[in-house]
């Protein structure tokens, strides 16, 4: 122990020993809130600037593709083209002079044994291996992926195409031999192919150095940056005050009432919209609920608790008016690729929106509850309406201010909801095993190629998800419908628009008739605010050369970003 | 009455109880003469300033500070008597019944006091809100309470202790008193002014306990608390953003009815500590 605390000051004190110019040097700050255990792309959990391709994951290693939120389609990385030959079967097709860090080239077979390699180990991106049946090389510079002929589901295998980032095998080969896993390997000495290689790294920051020798200068361009820190801060506020006082250039966090820094203190601090939202909405952090329990299990119940929550009122202060106010839509309506899916006639005619008067309407005539003496609605059969805990971790604060703001809504109308924060493993953990009555969260946060049959997958696919009681990464509440179930396989199977918006619209209005989840607000995938005292050229709405992302396409923004002249 | 026009004499104590009195009918009568919307009620957006409507701005919910402030104070003051209250009646039942039964049973009651006065207080209250289902505002008074009463059982034993030697204790044991009774009649009003002072000293304590327990996110559910305001200014950032209006009044609200209180208490000890009193 003494020794391991000995060395950690040692790194820390070189750390402070040798500031980098700040001239050549962007902060970063939200993606990182530990130290870091190493540099491993496969295992999931904080490790910038390795951890996911969308927080900065493409700095030193490459996927093959990016994904871009503006247009909704594949920009490429590594590979230079994606071609359908026939029905199941895509070729890839890498950049010439493809080369690592060490100054090997980067091949064919480095692809293949990467795909390999994510499916002999159980990594988080074995799930692709669901939907290929193979992967192999046909040229020195083409790559062939097949997909399952029982599961031929091309979306999801483009989505992973952007997530799995391609590791040497000549190196990997090596680090291989000695673990059980790969998920055990530290990786303390990465060697990727992208522009950047790893500086330092300290319980404080970690620093990455611009790779002179990278071999897409020429196809991507030479990122401006000759370092890029991302300083670990303890909590949200050091984090946001560092932005304002311009320590942090580019900030993932999230700053409540981020207007302010501009509006009232003049600080050159920006966002994608200059005004609410200020960001793009990506995501939607809904409530789940156990379908189980005595009371919520009553549909209309459910619909009643919808009618109650006052979206409004999360919009503007839980969500610092970053997201529009919610509709009862499994489909994001505003902003991204997906809202072409969207029908507004659907939602209100099948929908729900903030109505106490109809909650309580649903409560009294459509099932006969009446209210207790405590204020709380009691069921025909003596079932009283909660008290039932919806909970999300602590320190999450929008999400917490959220289910206040459920909780104090639904009261208002007769339903008992309280809330919970627990630790976050605690939290996670409830919501896998499926013990709980109300839990927040994101089902498939972010955006892919795959989106938005991945949400409904996520919400109304009950095939392949574990026992309550057990460990399931989706689904939590097990919501099982066979007609849902036939309509997501058949929405796998097309690309044709005006069918997969009718398979879209059928899903939704089961969706809206079950009710397995409420969607609360929007959120953004990333925030994404910028202080311009140092660097200036960040893209914005004005200005969109790049989507506003930490990573995949975003990694553009490092190419095209100025230095301040002072 | 009597009493009551001895502590009128201390100044201190007089000017203690009138911020609490301020206090107090600033908490019961606010509700009812100052505002007219609910504690709950969303009247603004996130961290709106102080304006004609909302005297103390918005919190970070948009629910009014000023109506917050009124029905924080309340429910704040609410959990500091059940955890004085608590607090004061086991620390006196065990100090007095350690100070009048030697032997074992006093070494028994006091060694079990000694071991809980070396574990911080804050663990056992962080360990017992965790557990806690339904953490009302009396439930977290008595959990309050309960964590608290170890030094009032000393201090009460040292004062049975040299009270049970005195004359009339003598007179009343030879008359053939129980012992239950002699405790009752002939120990515990001798204590009365100490346990009081003791007592106030104790709804401090349980003020500011609730204060901590809430900033760590351990405060009453669906009520709101001086201590339960603070905890969102601080997870919402209001220093950072500068909306003071969001974490000053309740500040102010916790320091100035601890401040009377103690100030009462010393006001008291003033009265009743003949050494302390002033020779007039």
Same mark, same amino acid.
């Given at each position: 122990?003494?020794?391991?605390?000995?060395?950690?000051?040692?790194?820390?004190?070189?750390?402070?020993?040798?500031?980098?110019?700040?001239?050549? %040097?962007?902060?970063?700050?939200?993606?990182?809130?530990?130290?870091?255990?190493?540099?491993?792309?496969?295992?999931?959990?904080?490790?910038?600037?390795?951890?996911?391709?969308?927080?900065?994951?493409?700095?030193?290693?490459?996927?093959?593709?990016?994904?871009?939120?503006?247009?909704?389609?594949?920009?490429?990385?590594?590979?230079?083209?994606?071609?359908?030959?026939?029905?199941?079967?895509?070729?890839?097709?890498?950049?010439?002079?493809?080369?690592?860090?060490?100054?090997?080239?980067?091949?064919?077979?480095?692809?293949?044994?990467?795909?390999?390699?994510?499916?002999?180990?159980?990594?988080?991106?074995?799930?692709?291996?669901?939907?290929?049946?193979?992967?192999?090389?046909?040229?020195?510079?083409?790559?062939?992926?097949? $997909?399952?002929?029982?599961?031929?589901?091309?979306?999801?295998?483009?989505?992973?195409?952007?997530?799995?980032?391609?590791?040497?095998?000549?190196?990997?080969?090596?680090?291989?031999?000695?673990?059980?896993?790969?998920?055990?390997?530290?990786?303390?000495?990465?060697?990727?192919?992208?522009?950047?290689?790893?500086?330092?790294?300290? =319980?404080?920051?970690?620093?990455?150095?611009?790779?002179?020798?990278?071999?897409?200068?020429?196809?991507?361009?030479?990122?401006?940056?000759?370092?890029?820190?991302?300083?670990?801060?303890?909590?949200?506020?050091?984090?946001? $005050?560092?932005?304002?006082?311009?320590?942090?250039?580019?900030?993932?966090?999230?700053?409540?009432?981020?207007?302010? @820094?501009?509006?009232?203190?003049?600080?050159?601090?920006?966002?994608?919209?200059?005004?609410?939202?200020?960001?793009?909405?990506?995501?939607?952090?809904?409530?789940?609920?156990?379908?189980?329990?005595?009371?919520?299990?009553?549909?209309?119940?459910?619909?009643?608790?919808?009618?109650?929550?006052?979206?409004?009122?999360?919009?503007?202060?839980?969500?610092?008016?970053?997201?529009?106010?919610?509709?009862?839509?499994?489909?994001?309506?505003?902003?991204?690729?997906?809202?072409?899916?969207?029908?507004?006639?659907?939602?209100?005619?099948?929908?729900?929106?903030?109505?106490?008067?109809?909650?309580?309407?649903?409560?009294?005539?459509?099932?006969?509850?009446?209210?207790?003496?405590?204020?709380?609605?009691?069921? =025909?059969?003596?079932?009283?309406?909660?008290?039932?805990?919806?909970?999300?971790?602590?320190?999450? %604060?929008?999400?917490?201010?959220?289910?206040?703001?459920?909780?104090?809504?639904?009261?208002?109308?007769?339903?008992?909801?309280?809330?919970?924060?627990?630790?976050?493993?605690?939290?996670?953990?409830?919501?896998?095993?499926?013990?709980?009555?109300?839990?927040?969260?994101?089902?498939?946060?972010?955006?892919?190629?795959?989106?938005?049959?991945?949400?409904?997958?996520?919400? @109304?696919?009950?095939?392949?998800?574990?026992?309550?009681?057990?460990?399931?990464?989706?689904?939590?509440?097990?919501?099982?419908?066979?007609?849902?179930?036939?309509?997501?396989?058949?929405?796998?199977?097309?690309?044709?628009?005006?069918?997969?918006?009718?398979?879209?619209?059928?899903?939704?209005?089961?969706?809206?008739?079950?009710?397995? @989840?409420?969607?609360?607000?929007?959120?953004?995938?990333?925030?994404?605010?910028?202080?311009?005292?140092?660097?200036?050229?960040?893209?914005?709405?004005?200005?969109?050369?790049?989507?506003?992302?930490?990573?995949?396409?975003?990694?553009?923004?490092?190419?095209?970003?100025?230095?301040?002249?002072? | 009455?009597?009493?009551?026009?001895?502590?009128?004499?201390?100044?201190?104590?007089?000017?203690?109880?009138?911020?609490?009195?301020?206090?107090?009918?600033?908490?019961? &009568?606010?509700?009812?003469?100052?505002?007219?919307?609910?504690?709950?009620?969303?009247?603004?957006?996130?961290?709106?300033?102080?304006?004609?409507?909302?005297?103390?701005?918005?919190?970070?919910?948009?629910?009014?500070?000023?109506?917050? &402030?009124?029905?924080?104070?309340?429910?704040?003051?609410?959990?500091?008597?059940?955890?004085?209250?608590?607090?004061?009646?086991?620390?006196?039942?065990?100090?007095?019944?350690?100070?009048?039964?030697?032997?074992?049973?006093?070494?028994?009651?006091?060694?079990?006091?000694?071991?809980?006065?070396?574990?911080?207080?804050?663990?056992?209250?962080?360990? $017992?809100?965790?557990?806690?289902?339904?953490?009302?505002?009396?439930?977290?008074?008595?959990?309050?309470?309960?964590?608290?009463?170890?030094?009032?059982?000393?201090?009460?034993?040292?004062?049975?202790?040299?009270?049970?030697?005195?004359?009339?204790?003598?007179?009343?044991?030879?008359?053939?008193?129980?012992?239950?009774?002699?405790?009752?009649?002939?120990?515990?009003?001798?204590?009365?002014?100490?346990?009081?002072?003791?007592?106030?000293?104790?709804?401090?304590?349980?003020?500011?306990?609730?204060?901590?327990?809430?900033?760590?996110?351990?405060?009453?559910?669906?009520?709101?608390?001086?201590?339960?305001?603070?905890?969102?200014?601080?997870?919402?950032?209001?220093?950072?953003?500068?909306?003071?209006?969001?974490?000053?009044?309740?500040?102010?609200?916790?320091?100035?009815?601890?401040?009377?209180?103690? $100030?009462?208490?010393?006001?008291?000890?003033?009265?009743?500590?003949?050494?302390?009193?002033?020779?007039?």
């Amino acid at each position: 122990m003494t020794v391991l605390a000995l060395a950690a000051l040692l790194v820390a004190g070189c750390g402070r020993a040798q500031p980098l110019p700040r001239n050549e %040097t962007v902060y970063k700050a939200g993606m990182q809130w530990g130290p870091v255990s190493g540099f491993n792309p496969f295992m999931s959990g904080d490790r910038w600037p390795v951890t996911q391709p969308a927080n900065d994951g493409h700095l030193i290693y490459e996927p093959l593709f990016a994904y871009n939120l503006l247009s909704g389609e594949l920009d490429p990385v590594l590979a230079r083209r994606l071609e359908w030959v026939d029905d199941r079967t895509a070729h890839v097709t890498l950049f010439d002079g493809t080369r690592w860090q060490d100054g090997q080239p980067l091949t064919v077979g480095d692809v293949v044994y990467t795909y390999d390699l994510v499916k002999r180990y159980d990594t988080p991106h074995a799930a692709v291996w669901n939907y290929l049946e193979r992967v192999t090389a046909v040229d020195d510079r083409t790559v062939a992926f097949t $997909l399952d002929a029982a599961r031929p589901h091309r979306a999801m295998v483009l989505h992973e195409l952007t997530m799995v980032r391609i590791v040497p095998q000549h190196v990997w080969e090596i680090l291989e031999r000695d673990v059980d896993s790969i998920l055990e390997i530290e990786n303390r000495n990465p060697v990727g192919s992208g522009p950047y290689t790893l500086l330092r790294h300290s =319980p404080e920051q970690v620093a990455v150095e611009r790779f002179d020798d990278y071999w897409g200068r020429e196809v991507h361009g030479v990122p401006a940056p000759r370092f890029i820190v991302h300083p670990i801060f303890r909590s949200n506020d050091a984090g946001n $005050l560092a932005l304002e006082r311009n320590q942090v250039d580019w900030s993932q966090q999230f700053v409540p009432e981020i207007w302010r @820094m501009w509006e009232d203190r003049g600080a050159p601090v920006g966002t994608w919209f200059s005004e609410a939202p200020y960001f793009l909405p990506a995501t939607i952090p809904s409530l789940f609920i156990n379908l189980q329990r005595d009371g919520l299990r009553e549909p209309l119940v459910r619909r009643a608790l919808a009618y109650a929550i006052d979206y409004p009122r999360i919009a503007e202060t839980a969500m610092s008016r970053y997201s529009p106010v919610a509709r009862s839509s499994m489909i994001i309506p505003v902003g991204v690729a997906e809202q072409r899916f969207f029908n507004e006639e659907d939602v209100a005619e099948h929908g729900w929106r903030y109505d106490p008067e109809e909650a309580v309407r649903i409560l009294e005539e459509e099932l006969g509850a009446t209210r207790g003496s405590d204020g709380i609605y009691v069921l =025909p059969d003596g079932t009283r309406l909660g008290p039932w805990i919806a909970h999300c971790p602590f320190g999450w %604060t929008d999400w917490m201010t959220a289910l206040e703001i459920v909780s104090e809504s639904a009261r208002a109308v007769g339903i008992d909801v309280r809330t919970e924060f627990p630790e976050a493993p605690v939290s996670h953990d409830r919501r896998y095993t499926g013990n709980f009555d109300l839990t927040l969260w994101m089902p498939e946060g972010g955006q892919s190629p795959a989106h938005p049959w991945i949400r409904f997958h996520h919400v @109304m696919d009950n095939r392949g998800v574990a026992e309550m009681g057990d460990i399931a990464f989706r689904n939590w509440n097990r919501y099982q419908n066979d007609e849902a179930e036939a309509l997501l396989d058949a929405a796998a199977l097309t690309e044709d628009e005006a069918e997969l918006a009718a398979i879209y619209r059928r899903l939704d209005r089961i969706f809206m008739r079950d009710i397995p @989840m409420i969607g609360l607000m929007y959120r953004p995938w990333q925030f994404y605010s910028f202080n311009e005292t140092y660097w200036t050229n960040f893209p914005t709405e004005d200005n969109p050369y790049a989507p506003p992302m930490h990573g995949h396409t975003g990694m553009q923004i490092y190419v095209n970003l100025k230095p301040v002249e002072r | 009455m009597e009493i009551i026009r001895i502590l009128l004499r201390s100044k201190r104590f007089v000017l203690g109880f009138g911020i609490l009195a301020a206090v107090l009918a600033f908490a019961l &009568l606010g509700p009812r003469f100052l505002t007219d919307v609910a504690p709950f009620q969303r009247v603004g957006g996130l961290y709106d300033a102080p304006s004609r409507d909302t005297p103390l701005g918005t919190d970070n919910f948009g629910r009014d500070v000023f109506t917050q &402030l009124m029905f924080g104070t309340r429910t704040s003051l609410h959990i500091g008597l059940v955890a004085g209250f608590v607090a004061t009646l086991i620390g006196v039942t065990i100090g007095t019944l350690a100070g009048y039964v030697s032997g074992m049973v006093e070494e028994a009651l006091m060694g079990f006091t000694n071991v809980l006065i070396t574990i911080p207080p804050i663990v056992v209250l962080i360990l $017992l809100s965790v557990a806690v289902d339904a953490r009302t505002a009396t439930t977290m008074g008595v959990i309050i309470g309960v964590t608290a009463w170890p030094w009032t059982a000393r201090a009460v034993r040292a004062q049975t202790s040299s009270l049970r030697t005195r004359e009339h204790v003598d007179i009343a044991r030879i008359s053939g008193v129980g012992s239950l009774e002699m405790m009752l009649v002939e120990i515990l009003p001798y204590m009365f002014s100490y346990i009081f002072m003791a007592f106030i000293l104790q709804l401090t304590g349980a003020i500011l306990a609730e204060a901590t327990l809430s900033m760590l996110g351990l405060g009453p559910f669906q009520t709101v608390s001086l201590g339960t305001m603070l905890h969102w200014s601080l997870m919402w950032e209001s220093v950072r953003i500068g909306a003071w209006w969001a974490f000053v009044p309740a500040t102010v609200f916790l320091s100035i009815t601890t401040f009377s209180l103690i $100030l009462m208490n010393a006001g008291m000890d003033e009265i009743f500590n003949p050494t302390l009193r002033h020779t007039r």
